[in-house]
């Protein structure tokens, strides 16, 4: 039964994920609201969960030749050694001062793209 | 002269543009690391705004970012013992077939009403994990 409740949350982040908007920002609160799984192991569900279904996006956007490589490998490379940090930094914290911190960063996310929306809705009318 | 000035010109706006570009790599790196997600979220607007990649281009290079980067996090995570494959198989599999959904409905729904109430419940979502 665990195991439907389980495939259910993933299915509803990743109708979101595949419409392009941020899959994982849903799911990291769906587990760790509604099933009380631990932050860290939220978030390690969350990367691992998503990487088959960017595989496949990734491969139709390629053929749509949507993707652009100028300036990917000026990104790709600081960031790497960025996520090892980040990786260091949130296994020094506690599970609950962890989600707490996600929580603030989901708030700032939230109202952020909000006020993009509202723009992009003015713009058009 | 005015080629050499042109030159010179179009060098330093490359220049910037890898300053720009290297941010936007450290900035979503740490948040891919510490938050395990969101990624993606800052990559889309730091492509648009800072390095003029059109909106639908920089959806789909922001993909290609950000799969390396969960990637490596992934794999720390799981060496740091934080993966649980009795959740994470479940998860998973529901996330291939709502991704297929989802890239589906992408075509059928109006995305403006998607993305205000997808806002709505994140907020929601943040007030809760911040605070209780």
Same mark, same amino acid.
Request: glycine letters at 14%; aromatic letters at 10%.
């Given at each position: 039964?665990?195991? /439907?409740?389980?495939? +259910?949350? !993933?299915?509803?982040?990743?109708?979101?994920? %595949?419409?392009?908007?941020? !899959? %994982?920002?849903?799911?990291?609160?769906? /587990?760790?609201?509604?099933?009380?799984?631990?932050?860290?192991?939220? &978030?390690? +569900?969350?990367? +691992?969960?998503?990487?088959?279904?960017?595989?496949?996006?990734?491969?139709?956007?390629?053929?749509?030749? /949507?993707?652009?490589?100028?300036?990917? /490998?000026?990104?790709?490379?600081?960031?790497?050694?960025?996520?090892?940090?980040?990786?260091?930094?949130?296994?020094?914290?506690?599970?609950?001062?962890?989600?707490?911190?996600?929580? !603030?960063?989901?708030?700032?996310?939230?109202?952020? &793209?909000?006020?993009?929306?509202?723009?992009?809705?003015?713009?058009?009318? | 002269?005015?080629?050499?000035?042109?030159?010179?010109?179009?060098?330093?706006?490359?220049?910037?543009?890898?300053?720009?570009?290297?941010?936007?790599?450290?900035?979503?790196? *740490?948040?891919?690391?510490?938050? $395990?997600?969101?990624?993606?979220?800052?990559?889309? @607007?730091?492509?648009?705004?800072?390095?003029?990649? @059109? =909106?639908?281009?920089?959806?789909?290079?922001?993909?290609?970012?950000?799969? =390396?980067?969960? *990637?490596?996090?992934?794999?720390?995570?799981?060496?740091? $013992?934080?993966?649980?494959?009795?959740?994470?198989? @479940?998860?998973?599999?529901?996330?291939?077939?709502?991704?297929?959904? $989802?890239?589906?409905?992408?075509?059928?729904?109006?995305?403006?009403?998607?993305?205000?109430?997808?806002?709505?419940?994140?907020?929601?979502?943040? *007030?809760?994990?911040?605070?209780?």
């Amino acid at each position: 039964m665990r195991f /439907l409740w389980y495939t +259910i949350a !993933g299915f509803l982040s990743g109708i979101l994920g %595949g419409m392009g908007m941020g !899959g %994982g920002t849903i799911l990291i609160p769906l /587990l760790s609201i509604f099933y009380k799984t631990g932050q860290h192991t939220a &978030q390690a +569900i969350n990367l +691992i969960g998503f990487i088959p279904m960017s595989v496949v996006a990734l491969i139709i956007h390629f053929k749509n030749k /949507l993707v652009d490589f100028k300036h990917v /490998l000026m990104i790709i490379l600081p960031g790497v050694f960025a996520c090892v940090l980040g990786c260091y930094i949130a296994r020094a914290m506690s599970g609950d001062l962890l989600k707490r911190f996600f929580g !603030g960063f989901l708030i700032i996310l939230s109202v952020f &793209q909000l006020v993009t929306e509202l723009k992009n809705i003015k713009k058009q009318n | 002269m005015d080629y050499n000035q042109s030159e010179a010109k179009s060098n330093a706006k490359n220049g910037k543009k890898n300053v720009y570009a290297v941010i936007t790599g450290i900035i979503a790196g *740490i948040v891919n690391g510490l938050f $395990g997600g969101g990624g993606g979220m800052i990559v889309v @607007p730091m492509l648009i705004k800072l390095l003029d990649c @059109p =909106p639908k281009k920089a959806h789909a290079t922001a993909l290609l970012i950000i799969l =390396p980067l969960s *990637i490596v996090s992934g794999i720390i995570y799981a060496v740091f $013992g934080s993966l649980n494959l009795r959740i994470g198989t @479940p998860v998973g599999i529901g996330v291939i077939a709502g991704g297929v959904l $989802g890239a589906f409905l992408l075509s059928k729904l109006s995305a403006k009403w998607v993305v205000i109430i997808f806002s709505a419940v994140m907020a929601g979502a943040g *007030i809760k994990m911040l605070f209780f």
